[in-house]
């Protein structure tokens, strides 16, 4: 390699004479030496790129922002590890080359999509925030792997947030590392009916206008209460039943007096409602912003229900910020919480940065691992001409991988691409977020 080094701070005609004089062996050492420093140099120019997007405005900023600082901050770890291996054995670092703003708005996040499909080098698309615009985007996706008759964009694309139920089977090029709100929400009241015996009847609300935590109100959340022996006592749904989605639109129609927007700041007539039916427990299908301002109105109106469910995504440092007082006592599954030492490591590592891990944030994280982890089992070459072969070589692998170990244990994912991850229940407790059971066992 020295003998490399000096020849290369030599110009042309001086090399070319001392070619000629070398002896064929060692000329033909130095031609691999040459090959060698042209390899490492090949290496260090190329990296896999990825390009991220979610909330960066609007009420659900922060889970875009906490998103891409997990992002961020995996893939430094990551790197300084000694980055990902490609097909030819070279390691090259990951590189997010952007994080833009999708403001949960359907249209925006096609277009970035669009964009990132179209005319930059990533090999991947992390993101987005809320799952009308997953659904709205995962819509403009080839549907099936090698459709030739479907236009459909052949961009994979890795998200962390939408946690609608169902959203994977949109495309065979969507793929989500999310919890299934079911099976979460089923557990929990099987444990709350039988921790709280005293607990019988039921209301509450949500935001009408964000899909997500509207559908997992109506269809998932309502329903499990019901399933496990608990009364509903909101306004009368004749269809309503213990089936997940059971007079959903029925209790979407009866409900709207007692629902919201998410940008409402008056939650005045709803609080009084619930006041009026004087249940034993409320549920919060909300995200933070709306959620603190239905429990700071109904503190104000002293609706003082013996327990508080919220919604999964309100299960976040952005809650405490808004509404710590008013918020304690809810009880909320979820998917993240520091109990491993993997999840106390990047807890720190995404705090030190300023930002912190919650449900969709510590995904952020493990899907720079899984981005890492599909780039090896794919062999992809990271050269732009080869960028249309090594999308569909990381897809292909991201679909093969069915099992990895998420921050807080194994993550899988069945045939239709829906995630199972593990959980755990966490309730507020004199202003921070505690867990308080551990389904893992």
């Not at 939408?162 to 299934?180: D, H, M, Q, T, Y």
């Not at 507020?428 to 505690?434: C, L």
């Amino acid at each position: 390699m020295h003998l490399c080094r000096s020849m290369f701070r030599l110009n042309v005609k001086e090399e070319i004479k001392i070619m000629k004089r070398l002896f064929r062996g060692v000329s033909v050492g130095l031609l691999g030496c040459a090959l060698m420093f042209s390899a490492l140099t090949s290496s260090a120019e190329r990296s896999v790129k990825v390009l991220g997007w979610g909330a960066q405005s609007g009420p659900l900023k922060s889970f875009g922002v906490n998103s891409e600082t997990a992002l961020r901050s995996a893939v430094a770890e990551i790197n300084a590890a000694g980055g990902v291996k490609l097909g030819d054995g070279s390691m090259v670092p990951i590189e997010v080359i952007g994080y833009e703003d999708s403001a949960c708005k359907k249209d925006q996040n096609i277009a970035i999509l669009r964009k990132t499909a179209s005319t930059t080098d990533a090999i991947v698309g992390m993101g987005t925030t809320c799952s009308g615009s997953c659904q709205a985007m995962f819509g403009v996706l080839q549907k099936k792997v090698g459709d030739a008759s479907d236009s459909g964009l052949q961009m994979p694309i890795l998200a962390d947030t939408c946690i609608r139920p169902g959203l994977a089977k949109i495309s065979e090029w969507a793929f989500r590392n999310v919890p299934n709100e079911i099976a979460m929400y089923d557990a929990l009241f099987a444990w709350l009916s039988q921790q709280h015996p005293d607990i019988k009847t039921f209301s509450g609300g949500t935001e009408t206008d964000q899909g997500h935590s509207f559908i997992t109100h109506t269809k998932v959340i309502v329903q499990a209460a019901i399933r496990h022996g608990f009364e509903w006592v909101g306004p009368a749904v004749p269809e309503l039943g213990p089936k997940v989605g059971q007079g959903a639109k029925e209790l979407q129609a009866a409900a709207k007096t007692q629902h919201w927007l998410m940008g409402d700041t008056n939650y005045s007539v709803q609080a009084r409602k619930i006041k009026k039916q004087n249940p034993d427990m409320v549920l919060v299908s909300s995200h933070p912003f709306s959620a603190c301002g239905f429990l700071k109105e109904m503190k104000r109106q002293r609706v003082k229900p013996k327990l508080l469910v919220g919604l999964t995504s309100s299960a976040s440092q952005e809650t405490l910020n808004g509404c710590m007082k008013e918020a304690e006592g809810i009880i909320i599954p979820t998917g993240f919480a520091p109990i491993t030492p993997a999840a106390q490591k990047a807890n720190e590592i995404v705090s030190k940065a300023g930002g912190f891990l919650d449900l969709h944030s510590a995904a952020a994280w493990e899907n720079a691992y899984l981005v890492k982890a599909a780039v090896e089992a794919a062999g992809i070459s990271a050269n732009p001409e080869n960028l249309a072969e090594d999308r569909a070589k990381f897809r292909n692998a991201l679909a093969g991988i069915t099992a990895a170990e998420g921050l807080i244990g194994p993550v899988t994912r069945n045939a239709e691409g829906e995630a199972s991850k593990p959980y755990v229940y966490v309730q507020v407790v004199d202003g921070k977020w505690e867990v308080i059971h551990d389904p893992r066992g």
